[in-house]
């Protein structure tokens, strides 16, 4: 084996592909960027490729522009995953970074992570996790487990953590996974919520959006709809059904529905008759709209996951259409209320959250220094050490 002089800085090579991945990746990145001893390159997989779902994240966040675009664009389970680690891998084969860092739970996240773990770098480094030969794999938000398998996420969530040597949590319950799992302490890292570093950065700058003067809407006078998860909305059927009985809610409450493209292929097939003024469909939304929106609505109805954060940090109320949750703390702590996927649910969860005022806590260390803690966490742990070959020279 050829152990190298010790590199002057740290190289990480940190992975971006789908939209909530850009809120994630944007306090990361300004992060790094403030401390000299890292060299970091961003990796976008392409697989959101829309303006909408993409390109507005970088201008509102400014993330800056990617290194290298993989363009692997849309495909089914295995030949996205298959496309990313095909496309990834020379990338960190020419690459030879330190490190790679993943964020969430999207197919771009495990496809990266997994030929990260599988890639011998031509020259060892050492560091304070000991003498490494392949590069030091990180997880930010790992640990959240919804116990739900049929949940793609589920999955490349913990195959994520498996193969990740350090592991940045966002909420306590994420630790007690990790634990639970067998997964020893070194590896493991409080660090709190980069998504709400985003959140608290772009706040005072979203509240000057003019979107509800352009919806003609009023705060605290609509609640926003937000559907994209394969179990509500893949099968007509069931989507008719959900909107159904969110077509109740929206005769007394006019929604706000901003379509992710996935809804939208079905929204047709499900023959949903979405009449105005009682909802106002429109495209995906860039951050600072969405999150001004947010702020003001009276009620979100969501089955994504980052949004139930948001809305705990906000103090809306938050109605999550589904039967579990990954992210309990903001049901526990946070606004957040699960209404699964049934009327009878949804509707008693409606009259519930109309009759009582909204009260709730922010989790502990989402406060905006999430990505600061990590970055200084790396830090710590990645600096080049001289090897036992160095010693001797
Ligand atoms: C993906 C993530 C999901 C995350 C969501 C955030 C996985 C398994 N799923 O789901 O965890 O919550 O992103 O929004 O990684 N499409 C477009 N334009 C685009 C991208 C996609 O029209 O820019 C359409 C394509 O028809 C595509 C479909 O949306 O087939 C689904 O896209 P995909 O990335 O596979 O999954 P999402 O549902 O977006
Ligand atoms: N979001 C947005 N515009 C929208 C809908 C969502 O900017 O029209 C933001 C939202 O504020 C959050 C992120 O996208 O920061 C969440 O992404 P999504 O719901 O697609 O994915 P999930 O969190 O469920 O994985």
């Known amino acids: 084996m050829n152990v190298g002089a010790a590199p002057a800085a740290i190289k990480i090579l940190c992975v971006a592909g789908a939209r909530p991945n ?25 697989q959101h490729y829309d303006a909408a779902l993409s390109r507005v994240f970088f201008d509102e966040l400014g993330i800056p522009r990617p290194d290298l675009e993989l363009e692997v664009g849309s495909g089914s389970h295995a030949l996205q995953t298959a496309e990313i680690m095909r496309r990834f891998a020379p990338v960190v084969a020419a690459e030879q970074p330190h490190a790679v860092l993943v964020v969430g739970d999207v197919n771009s996240t495990i496809a990266c992570a997994l030929v990260t773990a599988k890639t011998l770098l031509a020259q060892p480094f050492n560091c304070a ?20 398998d049929d949940m ?60 509800l003067t352009r919806l003609g809407l009023q705060d605290g006078g609509y609640g926003l709809l937000t559907l994209h998860r394969p179990s509500n909305v893949d099968d007509p059927a069931a ?91 903001t049901v526990s702590e946070g606004t957040n209320t699960l209404a699964g996927t049934r009327p009878e649910t949804i509707l008693a969860a409606w009259e519930r959250a109309r009759a009582a005022p909204t009260h709730g806590r922010i989790p502990a260390l989402w406060d905006g220094q999430a990505a600061t803690r990590i970055v200084a966490e790396l830090e710590r742990r990645l600096t080049p050490l ?5 010693a001797q020279r």
């Open 22 to 46: 850009f809120v994630k990746i944007a306090p990361l990145m300004r992060a790094l960027a403030q401390r000299p001893v890292f060299t970091a390159r961003l990796v976008h997989t392409g």
């Open 129 to 148: 996790l000991g003498l490494r030969r392949r590069p030091v794999m990180i997880h930010v938000e790992a640990g959240l487990r919804s116990g739900d």
């Open 152 to 211: 793609p996420e589920e999955i490349n969530r913990k195959l994520t953590d498996a193969i990740s040597d350090l592991l940045f949590v966002s909420e306590p319950a994420g630790l007690d996974n990790l634990r639970r799992e067998g997964v020893g302490e070194a590896r493991l890292c409080f660090a709190g919520n980069v998504m709400i570093d985003t959140l608290l950065a772009a706040q005072a700058q979203a509240q000057r959006s003019d979107v």
């Open 239 to 329: 989507l008719a059904a959900l909107l159904q009985t969110l077509d109740r809610i929206a005769a007394e409450l006019p929604l706000v529905f901003p379509v992710h493209p996935r809804t939208r292929a079905q929204l047709t097939a499900a023959h949903a008759a979405l009449v105005p003024p009682r909802w106002r469909l429109c495209e995906p939304l860039g951050y600072l709209d969405f999150l001004r929106l947010t702020s003001g609505a009276r009620v979100v109805l969501t089955d994504s996951g980052g949004v139930q954060e948001e809305t705990t940090v906000l103090g809306v109320r938050c109605l999550t259409l589904r039967d579990n949750t990954e992210r309990p703390v």
């Open 386 to 390: 001289p090897t036992a070959a160095d």
